[in-house]
């Protein structure tokens, strides 16, 4: 479902920009929210973790969330207003400084914010060390691949959006084979492929984009790869990440992943974009490139980390259910 997002939202984002303006990106979104608010509360029954003790922190939950909000305000905000300026120095030094009392908190409390149990299991810690990665290349990868349409190549909204569609469609088609794959064969391999080949999408638009439109023949095929790529990562590092979790506690260890994601992708794209206005005017394609990099060498990263981190098998191999059926709980 993110990658069928991925895949329409480009082009429908583009319609509503021609058609109605820009803002009606961000205005769209609140009727489809109502109707999932509505729908998930008639539809989706309550979990709870049985062996939770005690009620929500209610100190360490607010005091976490300003702490990774502030360091998020001085992320996102560092290239407008200058990583000089006191109030990004000083955003950043408060949630620095808050983040250990975050985590003291956690160890002493019976229902903390971040359950630090989870760590325990390197298949939780491996995927989420390598989504960070992964993230921190991801979204900045494909605002280039915008700008690169848009700014350097001159086509319009509409075009751009259409031009982005292929890879996310190829995701969406091939997640749910990929996740039974993972059931059968184990997560490893299957994410390493991914991320590779996500990498190598960036390494042909390094190679091979110039200052004049090339998209049949270099955007198009890094696409692809790069929906191949996608296909077999995104949804299998969640996948990973839960593995070996108990079901009672998924939705607290999916919630730090996805955390941890949206944080590497916040830094990723303050750091892609401070790259890419670091080159000379002269120079348009300069930017790009150093962007690229900078793409490539987190997905480098991140393939690095799952095979030198994380376990081999599948998650019944590693608790000794060699003859379990996938998807079976013994």
Known sequence: ??????????????????????????????????????????????????????????????????????????????????????????????????????????RSHPNPLLDLSLFSHRSFWAATAS?????????????????????????????????????????SALSVPIGRLADRWGHRWLLTSGVVLCGLSYLLLLVGAGESSAYFSVFLPANVILGIGVGLSIATFVSAALSDVP????????????????VCFALGIAVVIALFNSVPSGDPLGGFQRAWIWVIATYAASAIVIVVAFPSGTALVRRGLRGSRPGVRP
């Open 1 to 106: 479902m993110g990658a069928l997002g991925a895949a329409f939202g480009p082009s429908i984002g583009a319609l509503l920009i021609e058609g109605l303006g820009w803002r009606w990106i961000f205005y769209v979104n609140l009727p489809i929210a109502a109707l999932v608010f509505a729908a998930t509360a008639r539809l989706v029954r309550e979990s709870r973790d049985e062996e939770a003790e005690g009620r929500l922190d209610v100190v360490g939950v607010p005091i976490g969330t300003l702490a990774l909000a502030l360091v998020m305000v001085a992320i996102v905000q560092g290239e407008g207003w200058g990583y000089g300026d006191y109030r990004i120095i000083v955003f950043a030094l408060l949630g620095v400084v808050l983040l250990p009392f975050v985590i003291w908190r956690s």
């Open 131 to 171: 989504f960070g990665l992964y993230a921190l290349g991801f979204v900045p990868g494909f605002l280039m691949s915008s700008l690169l349409l848009q700014d350097l190549w001159g086509l319009t909204v509409l075009e751009a959006g259409l031009g982005l569609t292929p890879g996310p469609i190829i995701a």
């Open 247 to 262: 079901p009672a506690r998924f939705a607290i260890a999916n919630a730090t992943t996805r955390t941890v994601q949206q």
